[in-house]
């Protein structure tokens, strides 16, 4: 009972929003991606009523997390709590580079090894992956 209150009383301060409404372990899809890139770079000019159902989800979740979402350097690259964010499109190539990182290691810890990296990979995408590689299979052959 004490440990539902407490949660209900810092739910309420605002302390445990970003746990409850962050971006999570999602894979962001490219045009998500693209919008939030071009709100934080001032250049995203679409009339409410033009906006697609995608423009506007992607707009609430930077919405939410406004002060997690961040642009590096080269203002390209899209963070979310200073951690890279992964595009749908650009898994694939990340995982397989995991992959040689830490020389054929399994979907757990390659899992751990990205999440240091990237915020939205979880270990469901990363088996995914790795149970259609061709590369992977020879390294873990089962029979």
């Known amino acids: 009972?004490?440990?539902g209150i407490t949660i209900l009383v810092l739910y309420t301060l605002g302390l445990l929003v970003s746990d409850i409404q962050g971006h999570g372990n999602r894979v962001m899809d490219d045009e998500t991606h693209d919008v939030i890139v071009k709100v934080l770079r001032g250049e995203f000019h679409i009339p409410v009523k033009?906006?697609?159902?995608v423009q506007r989800s992607a707009l609430v979740c930077l919405w939410r997390n406004k002060h997690l979402f961040r642009l590096w350097d080269d203002s390209k690259t899209l963070?979310?709590?200073?951690?890279?964010?992964a595009k749908k499109t650009s898994l694939k190539g990340i995982v397989k580079r995991g992959l040689d990182e830490t020389k054929g290691s399994g979907?757990?810890?390659l899992n751990v090894y990205l999440k240091d990296q990237y915020s939205s990979i979880?270990?469901?995408?990363?088996?995914k992956?790795?149970?259609?590689s061709r590369r992977y299979h020879l390294h873990r052959a089962s029979f």
């Open 1 to 3: 009972m004490r440990l």
């Open 50 to 53: 033009e906006r697609t159902r």
């Open 79 to 85: 963070m979310y709590n200073g951690k890279l964010v």
């Open 107 to 109: 979907a757990r810890k």
């Open 122 to 127: 979880s270990t469901r995408n990363v088996q």
């Open 129 to 132: 992956i790795l149970d259609r």
